[in-house]
């Protein structure tokens, strides 16, 4: 068994920026991760991260971007953990500008800023459209210098629990196929979002939302896990990514009549508006016909000439010809949304402390809340290093005062997830196991089709019961066919499967009772914002019958919710 003072699950810019921080405090700590660090899904983020430098607009202030938070959130994040980010985000980039991230300059050297959606200044620092990879480089490269221990390709299975604690993780070894146990004082997790619980989604492949699910299980709620963020410029076939960057540096959307029909729904900020509105606004159009083959619409870039394109969309520019043959310096690119980001997720307060003790969340698996009910872009890299920071600091302080864990829970919970592979492996050789493939692609489709981007009473409850029914399936006959040790990604993505059907179940239940539209839940059925009834955060607490859900009033410091007018 190993041992560690704090182990950080997750390797993407939380868990690192979490390592670093408790690191520097004097922790021993170790990062426990999927795949290899630079392959987290924090190295795909292109467009930058925000802070209220000043240095495009000197006007700007770290209140004016808690504001256009709280207001792109639409009134649903928490003010007073917003205000403290937003303040702590200018010192939390120029210490990344010093630890060597190569952030995009202005003619006189400073940081360069450029527009995003929802944003009232130019305010978002960026390495031309690969800024993920920049900053993931940077602090992976710090952790090192530090001697951070990593564990790599081990996938996490089960939170351990000694009484009401959290002291480890029991995690599948992928190169061998062997259970491995780790014990910490403290378990900080950073396993990102959930995009795959959904058929189209700009997400990796391993943004499964499975390590929310083994916080969920070890008793920790989820928070606001309705509202899911759905990119209005995802690539038409593959939903690759592309860039709010590419508005922000003046792309426009157009319909089959050549309109630029944002126009028509948020005419003073067009395609800057939030992304919420973007998307609802592109899908409609598409609805009422005035899409192209009924699927997509066009983002124009041609207009920015060739060299502002190879200077700043240079990424961009590769991923529309290599992925749908498109050269966007002379042609349109097409689009429709997709699944971007999960704004919910374990629920944390502003220290990164869950209400389990031992257990610390931080990034996109965590819910703090400062996206509330939309996120703006720019905003989550930031979430990333601001409660990163955070928690590894947490976890670091409080671990030093914990004794280190017994072995007992350990050995208990090894038998417990071997009983798991066991049944899936044993199950495998039958003639009617459940192939966890289906029953993963059948909720796919149910999330997209009935908890998308328009929602109503009839299409969610259908949802609720056909996801218990997956469930069922799921628990009481999936079968992995092949039962290797040696990279079987079969039986982890089997194992992932059980995870994410809870969670996908959590974001359905949530958006059910939620008879209000807000940010990005769009209810058909309540199409305004209801602030009298609703004016709350969800917590979903799982029972194996379904979630249990509790509401926590959301904390307002200085903006009293005002109508969302663009
Ligand atoms: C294409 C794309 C572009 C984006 N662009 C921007 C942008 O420009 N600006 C911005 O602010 N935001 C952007 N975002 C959002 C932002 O990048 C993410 O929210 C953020 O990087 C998430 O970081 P993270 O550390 O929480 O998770 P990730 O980077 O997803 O890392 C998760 C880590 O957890 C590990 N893991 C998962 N499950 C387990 C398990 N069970 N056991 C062990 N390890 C596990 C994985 O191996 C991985 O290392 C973008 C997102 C996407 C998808």
Known sequence: MERHGVLVVGGGLAGLRAAVEAKLSGADVAVLSLVYPMRSHSVAAQGGINAALGNADPTDSWERHAFDTIKGADYLADQDAVEEYARDAIERVLELDRWGVPFSRTEDGRIAQRPFGGAAFPRTCYAADHTGHAVMHTLYQQSLRLGITFYDERVALKLVKEGERVVGVVAMNLRTGELESYAARAVVMATGGA?????????????????????????????????????????????????????????????????????????????????????????????????????????????????????????????????????????????????????????????????????????????????????????????????GKRAGESASSDAASASD??????????????????????????????????????????????????????GLSAAVAELKSIRKRYWEGAGVRSGGKTFNVALYDALATGGMIDVALAVASGALARR????????????????????????????????????????ITRWPPRERKY
């Open 516 to 555: 209000e539209s807000r940010g990005a839940h769009y209810r058909t059925d309540y199409p305004r914002r209801d602030d009298e009834n609703w004016l709350k955060h969800t917590l979903a607490r799982f029972t194996p019958d379904g979630p249990v859900l509790e509401y926590r009033p959301v904390v």
């Open 195 to 387: 995009g795959r619980i959904y058929a189209r989604t700009t997400n990796s492949h391993h943004s499964t939302g499975f390590g929310m699910a083994l916080a969920y299980w070890a008793g920790a709620p989820l928070e606001d896990m309705e509202f899911i963020q759905f990119h209005p410029t995802t690539l038409y076939g593959t939903n690759i990514l592309i860039s709010e960057a590419a508005r922000g540096e003046g792309g426009v959307l157009l319909n089959n009549r050549g309109e630029r029909f944002m126009a028509r729904y948020a005419p003073e900020k067009m395609e800057l508006a939030p992304r919420d509105i973007v998307a609802r606004s592109i899908y409609r159009e598409v609805l009422e016909g005035r899409g192209f083959e009924g699927e997509y619409v066009h983002l124009d870039i041609t207009g920015l000439g060739e060299d502002r394109i190879m200077e700043r969309l240079p990424q961009i520019w590769e991923l529309a010809l290599k992925f749908a043959g498109v050269d966007a310096r002379y042609e349109p690119i097409p689009v429709q949304p997709g699944h971007h980001y999960t704004m919910g997720g374990i629920d944390t307060d502003k220290h990164g402390r869950t209400e389990v003790p031992g257990l610390y969340a931080a990034g996109e698996c965590a819910c703090v809340s400062v996206h509330g009910a939309n996120r703006l872009g720019g905003n989550s890299l930031l979430e990333c290093v601001v409660f």
């Open 405 to 458: 864990p017994p072995s007992g829970p350990f050995e208990e919970a090894e038998r417990e997830v071997e009983a798991w592979i066991g049944r899936l492996v044993e199950r495998g050789g039958e003639e009617r196991a459940e192939n966890p493939y289906h029953l993963r692609a059948e909720m796919q489709r149910v999330m997209w089709e009935k908890v998308g981007i328009f929602r109503d009473e009839e």
